[in-house]
């Protein structure tokens, strides 16, 4: 199974974007699927998580403007991303700690990213 993450783009500050994140195939289960993002010379960070059950943790730079979600019946995730700042600008990447589709299981899978730019 793999993860599409799309939705990135140009944006000026305050504006919005929603990222998807779709699985290849249907997903019955997972256990954490999050959003990570990746600015130019720094490290990879978790933006946002969300577990099967629908509880969510947010980063606090993203509390309040990010909103994670997972539409389980087309297998995808969003980050619904609101008065974006300057800073929010990076590569996002979806990832799930595990993901079950039909009896097989796969762990540690990563999306290939999206690119966020947001001028000031």
């Known amino acids: 199974v793999q993860l599409q993450a799309s939705g990135g783009g140009l944006v000026q500050a305050g504006g919005s974007l929603r990222l998807s994140c779709a699985a290849s195939r249907r997903i019955i289960n997972f256990g954490r699927m999050a959003w990570y993002r990746q600015a130019p010379g720094k490290q990879r960070e978790v933006v946002a998580s969300?577990?099967?059950?629908?509880?969510?943790n947010y980063a606090d730079f993203v509390k309040g403007r990010f909103t994670i979600s997972m539409d389980s019946a087309d297998s995808t995730m969003y980050l619904q991303m609101n008065s974006l700042k300057p800073e929010d600008t990076a590569i996002y990447y979806c990832?799930?700690?595990?993901?079950?589709?039909?009896?097989?299981?796969?762990?540690?899978?990563w999306g290939q990213g999206t690119l966020v730019t947001v001028s000031s």
């Open positions: 990832y799930a700690d595990t993901l079950y589709y039909g009896s097989i299981g796969t762990n540690d899978v």
């Open positions: 969300i577990t099967v059950r629908g509880s969510t």
